[in-house]
Nanobody
Framework: QVQLVESGGGSVQAGGSLRLSCAAS????????MGWFRQAPGKEREGVAA??????YYLDSVKGRFTMSQDNAKNTVALQMSSLKPEDTAMYYC??????????????????WGQGTQVTVSS
């Protein structure tokens, strides 16, 4: 079992920055992929970023603005978000998979999820 706890959400004006963190605990040695997902009201969940070893994948709309990083020693992942836009407003979730994934940004392939942290970007 793996437990994930996100932190760092909040409200910011367009153009601003936020840093989300996700702390993993439990059987973290089983984790392969870590991902960040978001879901806005009335919209489907979408994969924002995912990482495994030296590979990190990003949603096209966040490339160049968001950076996902991983600290294996601390069992944490972070999502640095810059140049935020109102359309980035959503609940953001951290997720973990024990499998090597063919589609790293597909949420249904992840087993463990955090409780989510809200990001609100005002214009």
């Amino acid at each position: 079992q793996v437990q994930l706890v996100e932190s760092g959400g909040g409200s910011v004006q367009a153009g601003g920055s936020l840093r989300l963190s996700c702390a993993a605990s439990g059987d973290t040695s089983s984790i392969k992929y870590m991902g960040w997902f978001r879901q806005a009201p009335g919209k489907e969940r979408e994969g924002v970023a995912a990482t495994y070893r030296d590979f990190t994948y990003y949603l096209d709309s966040v490339k160049g603005r968001f950076t996902m990083s991983q600290d294996n020693a601390k069992n944490t992942v972070a999502l640095q978000m810059s140049s935020l836009k109102p359309e980035d407003t959503a609940m953001y979730y951290c997720a973990a998979s024990e499998a090597v994934l063919s589609y790293p940004r597909r949420g249904s392939d992840y087993t463990y999820w955090g409780q989510g942290t809200q990001v609100t970007v005002s214009s």
